[in-house]
């Protein structure tokens, strides 16, 4: 098994997360990054290289490396969509430079996730070198819309027929080493707080207005102070649910410094916990919104829900976990931990369609943030790992 090692192209790997952080991808605007994927991978020689669009001009990247039949398939899964750079000032290395500096690459989604993607592209290539086919299909896809939770990446390629494996692998953590077999879920909401205008004037005994900003702060405080029902998890150790009040505006269009604000929306994020019920918590918040109507007398608040995802986890026996576990103390001589996810990922898409996958990566907490960088080694450990996991797990 350990002979595919020897077709495995490290400083390949290397090279290719540089390249891709040269090419920006920021949400929306992934098809240059994608077409350039989609060359590479034909270059390497698998079967079916396709460019799948869930949207107009934001191609998925789907490949294919079939095997002779009668094996488990596996999914190799990363995201193309990246974050912008933000505020240049606060990087020291250009954003989208790809600069090595102390064993380091540095570079907007050179962690989320381009070091991730590099991995599996290598780990495909080995095995296709070594030229002995696998019994099960080894599928490839890099999509867009993962950063904003959209449908248009894996989640149309699952639902449209696209995608289809026993066991998937996703290829970003925080910390490498970590297998993480659940993830949280979310549940979102616009929440609108009305009330009645008037102009700005000193206060009298005479009722004339109701703010409705004043409304919403009353509303924020209650639902942020809201502790949500749960059974702890042993994932989630120390972890729970909790809502976090988001982007608040009055919505009236040239809203007057001068006149009472008679509309003010906020939005709410919702974490949730596996075993938590959605539907449960909305009716809780709800409620919450009810009673402070009853309560103040003058509040009214309308709920319109933007999106949801419910917590999902894999097995804990699910032979990937024991498959990648395996190989990466071969790898490193190190135990790898089966943790939870605290955030929401593209999991909730390939679990409910029944493509049982756990996240793991290259790891730490510089994504999202000036000066973003991996680790060289982490490259070439994870490479290694995903080659021998894909060789146990097709051949099995």
């Known amino acids: ?111 989320d996730m381009r070091a991730g993607i590099s991995g599996f592209v290598k780990a495909a290539e080995a095995m296709i070198r070594r030229g002995v086919r696998p019994k099960g299909d080894l599928v490839l896809a890099f999509c867009v819309d993962e950063e904003v939770a959209g449908p248009n990446g894996i989640g149309y390629l699952v639902k449209n027929g696209h995608v289809k494996a026993d066991a998937a692998i996703y290829g970003e953590t925080y910390r490498l080493g970590d297998i993480m077999r659940a993830d949280s879920g979310f549940l979102w909401l616009r929440i609108t707080s009305i009330g009645v205008p008037a102009h700005c004037q000193l206060r009298t005994d005479e009722k004339k207005s109701v703010n409705a900003v004043e409304k919403m702060a009353k509303l924020i405080l209650k639902l942020t102070a809201l502790h949500l029902p749960f059974k702890p998890h042993p994932l989630f150790a120390g972890m729970y649910p909790g809502i976090t009040a988001g982007t608040t505006i009055a919505t009236r269009e040239n809203q007057l410094i001068n006149a009472v604000p008679d509309r003010c929306t906020a939005t709410f994020d919702v974490r949730l916990l596996p075993g938590m019920d959605t539907d449960e918590v909305r009716a809780i918040i709800q409620r919450a919104a009810r009673e402070l109507e009853s309560e103040d007398g003058e509040a009214k608040f309308t709920i319109q829900e933007i999106s949801r995802r419910g917590p999902t986890e894999t097995p804990e026996d699910h032979p990937i976990i024991q498959t990648i576990a395996r190989n990466f103390e071969k790898v490193t001589g190190r135990k790898a931990r089966v943790v939870g996810h605290e955030m929401t990922s593209d999991e909730y898409f390939l679990r409910n369609a029944g493509i049982m996958g756990v996240h793991f990566g290259p790891g730490n907490w510089a994504g999202h943030k000036p000066d973003e960088h991996i680790e060289i080694e982490q490259i070439h450990i994870v490479a290694k790992v995903y080659a021998l996991c894909a060789h146990d797990y097709l051949f099995a």
């Not at 969509?81 to 606060?90: H, I, K, L, N, W």
């Open 1 to 111: 098994m350990e002979d595919i090692l020897k077709y495995l192209d490290l400083e390949g790997a290397v090279k290719l997360c540089q390249e891709l952080v040269r090419i920006p991808s920021p949400v929306g605007k992934e098809k240059k990054v994608a077409v350039h994927l989609a060359e590479v991978l034909r270059k390497t020689g698998l079967d079916e290289v396709t460019l799948i669009e869930g949207e107009k001009d934001r191609p998925n990247v789907l490949a294919r490396y079939r095997g002779t039949g009668g094996g488990h398939s596996l999914l190799f899964y990363g995201h193309i969509d990246s974050e912008s750079p933000g505020v240049r000032e606060e990087w020291t290395m250009d954003p989208y430079g790809g600069e090595i500096k102390d064993g380091k690459v540095y570079g907007r989604a050179s962690k």
